[in-house]
C-alpha cells in the first residue's frame, strides 16, 4: 500500500524557516512529480511548489523566492524549503505524488502544521 508521510512542519516566527519532508513508501518518488500544497480553514487546496526533475519545478507567485522544493532520491524524499516564513504562510502542508499528471494528486500524505506566530 501507498504511503506519503510530510513532517517537518511546526511554530516558527516571522522570518524564519522550516524545513519539510515528504516520504514513501511502495513508490519511488524520483519517477513521480511530487507536490506541496496548503490548506487554511475555508480555502481550497493551493499547490505551492511541485518538481518533477531538477529543471522542472514550479512555484506559486506567493512563495517565489522564498521556498525551494528539491529531492533525495537516496532517501527517497522530497523537501520543501520554506525560508523568510510570514503569518500568511500558516496552514496545513500536504504533499501529494502523481505518475504523470499536474498538479499531482494520486497520493496523499496526513498533512503537518505549519504556524508562523510571533
Known amino acids: 500500500q501507498v504511503q506519503l508521510v510530510d513532517s517537518g512542519g511546526g511554530l516558527v516566527q516571522p522570518g524564519g524557516s522550516l524545513r519539510l519532508s515528504c516520504t514513501a513508501s511502495?513508490?519511488?518518488?524520483?519517477?513521480?512529480?511530487v507536490g506541496w500544497y496548503r490548506q487554511t480553514p475555508g480555502k481550497q487546496r493551493e499547490l505551492v511548489a511541485s518538481?518533477?526533475?531538477?529543471?522542472?519545478?514550479y512555484y506559486a507567485d506567493s512563495v517565489k523566492g522564498r521556498f525551494a522544493v528539491s529531492r533525495d532520491n537516496a532517501k527517497n524524499t522530497v523537501y520543501l524549503q520554506m525560508n523568510s516564513l510570514k503569518p500568511e504562510d500558516t496552514a496545513v502542508y500536504y504533499c501529494s505524488a502523481d505518475r504523470s499528471e499536474f498538479p499531482p494528486n494520486d497520493y496523499w500524505g496526513q498533512g503537518t502544521q505549519v504556524t508562523v506566530s510571533s
Open positions: 518538481i518533477a526533475s531538477r529543471l522542472d519545478v
Open positions: 511502495e513508490i519511488i518518488l524520483s519517477t513521480y512529480i
